[in-house]
């Protein structure tokens, strides 16, 4: 199972990207796609997920309002739509998948992680 990142790149303040997620194949014990950053020196976060159960997807409170996840079956992946971007959004961006999404969290528990795509904002 291999999860890779697509989409990242330099962009400035006020801008949009959209990054890509795309899995080899969803084991069926995957229910959740998350997306994860770490920004220079700080701990990796939880800042998007969406549930294929239908649940409501979770935001971190610091992007609510600007990133929209998103996931198209068919190809098999995922997508993080990030507008109004902002420096504090610079960071190394990972997908993961996880059994089990939570509307209020990131998940807990991660199977694969992804090798991450890079995002700067200035």
Known sequence: VQLVESGGGSAQAGGSLTLSCVASIYPAR?????????????????????????????YADSVKGRFTVSRDSGQKTVYLQMDS??????????????????????????????????????
């Not at 950053?37 to 294929?52: C, D, L, V, Y």
């Open 30 to 58: 995957v229910n959740c796609v998350a997306w994860f950053r770490q920004a220079p020196g700080k701990e990796r976060e939880g800042t998007a997920s969406i549930s294929f159960n239908g649940h409501s997807p979770f």
């Open 85 to 122: 971007l902002i420096p504090e959004d610079t960071g190394m961006y990972y997908c993961a998948m996880s059994p089990l999404c939570f509307s209020t969290q990131p998940p807990q528990r991660i199977y694969v992680w992804g090798q991450g795509t890079q995002v700067t904002v200035s």
